[in-house]
């Protein structure tokens, strides 16, 4: 009788482990390369949280909105440029006349300015002013309370919905 393994049944294990690694680690690279890839609109401010600043983080888009590029404390981030618009954004301030924003003009190499299209500016507890982004039939509401952006689809409905959260607050006291 027979108490030991073979030496093919050994190395048959050995190759069955190796393929079940190759396999996990393939498919873990592929979900983390999917994971960078998928920086948009709606988790561009959970994206903005990885990155390590002292006072201000601040993303900016221009050129129609094609190059966002990603500034932290005043100084351009190397490698920094996303894609993260197809069309120019409207972007509007929350507030009673909800006019839209016009952002400052950046300059990048001395002798050029860029119009800003988008602007999205952190500071040190990941606050910055609401905002509401209209773009590829979609509105945004950017609330500094949350990382995430609330997606909506019609502009209407990001007044009315602010509007309910402000008089549930109201009315729980």
Request: hydrophobic share 40%; charged share 30%; proline share 1%.
């Amino acid at each position: 009788m027979k108490k030991a393994f073979s030496l093919f049944e050994l190395i048959l294990v050995v190759v069955i482990i190796g393929i079940s690694y190759t396999f996990i680690n393939i498919n873990f690279s592929k979900l983390s390369k999917k994971d960078e890839a998928t920086v948009n609109l709606k988790n561009i401010k959970e994206y903005l949280s990885t990155i390590e600043y002292n006072d201000t983080l601040s993303l900016k888009c221009i050129d129609e909105a094609k190059r966002c590029l990603i500034f932290v404390d005043g100084e351009l981030l190397e490698e920094s440029n996303l894609d993260i618009f197809k069309s120019i954004p409207t972007v509007y301030s929350y507030d009673e006349a909800m006019n839209i924003k016009d952002f400052e003009y950046i300059d990048m190499d001395g002798y050029r300015n860029f119009k800003v299209d988008f602007e999205l500016t952190l500071d040190k507890e990941l606050r910055h002013e609401d905002l509401i982004v209209e773009v590829d039939e979609k509105v945004y509401y950017f609330n500094p309370l949350f990382l995430k952006a609330t997606e909506f689809t019609y502009l209407n409905e990001v007044i009315g919905a602010i509007t309910k959260k402000i008089d549930e607050v109201k009315y729980a006291f």
